[in-house]
């Protein structure tokens, strides 16, 4: 079965400074796709980052990046410069090649940025 | 702008009532669409999924005739929660995408049942 786990139940950072939340997954495919989704307060999900695993590359968006360790099965996010609007939790999630799409999700991150 | 459209946003309701929910996708065809639930400071569980013109594939524990998911088009997925009771109080959200394309979300349909 294929599992997400986040083990950072909460984080906090400063505005402005960087922080990474760690995400860890398991799965028996070789091809499959891994996310990282934003939750405010409003309950709208977001997608913040996806990255394709047969890809080496590091995904980037803007101030977001990922660390895919695929050997580890370890895909962190990095927020650089971290902005009050970052404040949400976030969801790591994987969508299993084998599968029709559906999103298997961490428990999720909640991320507090302090001005 | 949306490209999933989801529908109440917020319902109360009386135990025993049925309640509907809609997941429109806007700028393309869903033959697939996702029904997950969250509950308070939760992840979403996904408890369905919907294939247009199909019957639906329900999760393990997810009861099927409680919870009537249709999928009569390309855009259009509901979701009815028969005879709801407080329990089922929760946050539901749709989803619609494919394997290689990321999931767009509805924005969630927060039910509380009376």
């Known amino acids: 079965a294929q599992t997400v786990t986040q083990s950072q139940p909460e984080m906090s950072v400063q505005e402005a400074e960087t922080v990474t939340l760690s995400c860890t997954y398991d799965?028996?495919?070789?091809?499959?796709?891994l996310f990282w989704y934003k939750q405010p307060p409003s309950r709208q999900m977001i997608l913040v980052i996806r990255?394709?695993?047969?890809?080496?590359q590091n995904a980037t968006e803007n101030r977001f990046s990922v660390n895919f360790q695929k050997a580890a099965k370890s895909f962190s996010l990095k927020i650089s410069d971290s902005q009050l609007g970052d404040t949400a939790m976030y969801f790591c999630?994987?969508?299993?090649?084998?599968?029709?799409?559906?999103?298997?999700f961490g428990k999720g991150t909640k991320l507090s940025v302090k001005p | 702008g949306a490209v999933v459209s989801q529908h109440p946003s917020w319902v109360i309701c009386k135990s025993g009532t049925s309640v509907k929910i809609e997941c429109r996708s806007l700028d393309f065809q869903a033959t697939t669409m996702f029904w997950y639930r969250q509950f308070p400071k939760q992840s979403l569980m996904l408890m369905a999924t919907s294939n247009e013109g199909s019957k639906a594939t329900y999760e393990q524990g997810v009861e099927k005739d409680k919870f009537l998911i249709n999928h009569a088009s390309l855009t259009l997925s509901t979701l009815t929660v028969t005879s709801a009771h407080p329990e089922d109080s929760s946050f539901y959200i749709c989803s619609a995408g494919t394997r290689t394309q990321p999931q767009h979300f509805g924005d969630g349909t927060r039910l509380s049942i009376l």
């Open positions: 999630a994987l969508i299993d090649g084998g599968s029709q799409g559906n999103l298997i």
């Open positions: 990255q394709e695993a047969y890809k080496q």
């Open positions: 799965t028996s495919e070789s091809n499959y796709y």
